[in-house]
């Protein structure tokens, strides 16, 4: 499968606990994307890196989330002290800088109880 | 805010019929406009994207309307079958900027009876 790939698919946590995704881009993929998807919503743009360097980042990306990219290959998104308002589905995508819309990984399915 | 707004919010279609989905964005930067069809569990899959510089594309089934000028877009599934029961969201992005920095409508829960 060359497709994104996103492990965990689904991730069960208690409340206060630390949780981290891992989001494998398509391989000649220079761009990378986290969104978050809540039920009945269209996912939300949270972070972007290009390469290595994270260029930007939403509003939604609390201090409480980190997102790291280290040598420009595979990504991870962490979330300290998770809250049950962080149940929801995590969304990577990838694209090359000349793409049109990206492709989005299975996601990762996280519920906080 | 830049906002994508998308209606109706659920839609039921008897097989064969013609599925109708509208969007209407604010930001008249945004020049990407991208729709994907979601199944439960999975992720977004891109269905078909158009530029501003054409009115229609078509794909398919699968025909997207642009009106510039109205700042409104939409999505046309012919010949609906129940295999495309699924909720699609219709997006908008910069392309000049980041085409994959989308901002995404609310949804629509399509249903197609058989």
């Known amino acids: 499968d060359t497709g994104v790939s996103q492990n965990p698919r689904h991730k069960i946590t208690k409340r206060g606990q630390n949780v981290t995704f891992r989001c494998d881009p398509i391989?000649?993929?220079?761009?990378l994307y986290w969104y978050r998807q809540t039920l009945g919503q269209g996912p939300e743009f949270l972070t972007y890196f290009q390469n290595e360097a994270q260029l930007e980042k939403s509003r939604l990306l609390s201090d409480r989330f980190s997102a790291e990219r280290p040598k420009g290959s595979f990504s991870t998104l962490e979330i300290q002290r998770t809250e049950q308002g962080d149940s929801a589905m995590y969304l990577c995508a990838s694209s090359s800088t000349k793409q049109g819309a990206p492709p989005f990984g299975q996601g990762t399915r996280l519920t906080v109880v | 805010q830049q906002q994508v707004k998308q209606s109706p919010q659920s839609l039921i279609v008897q097989k064969g019929g013609i599925s109708i989905i509208n969007c209407a964005y604010e930001?008249?930067?945004?020049?990407?406009f991208p729709w994907y069809q979601q199944f439960p569990g999975k992720g977004p899959a891109l269905l078909i994207a158009i530029r501003p510089d054409v009115s229609e594309k078509k794909e398919g089934r699968f025909t997207i309307s642009f009106n510039k000028s109205a700042k409104q877009f939409s999505l046309h599934i012919m010949d609906s079958q129940p295999g495309d029961s699924a909720t699609y969201f219709c997006a908008a992005s910069r392309a000049s900027s980041n085409t994959g920095k989308l901002i995404f409508g609310q949804g629509t829960t399509l249903q197609v009876k058989p």
């Open positions: 391989s000649e993929h220079n761009r």
């Open positions: 930001n008249t930067a945004f020049d990407y």
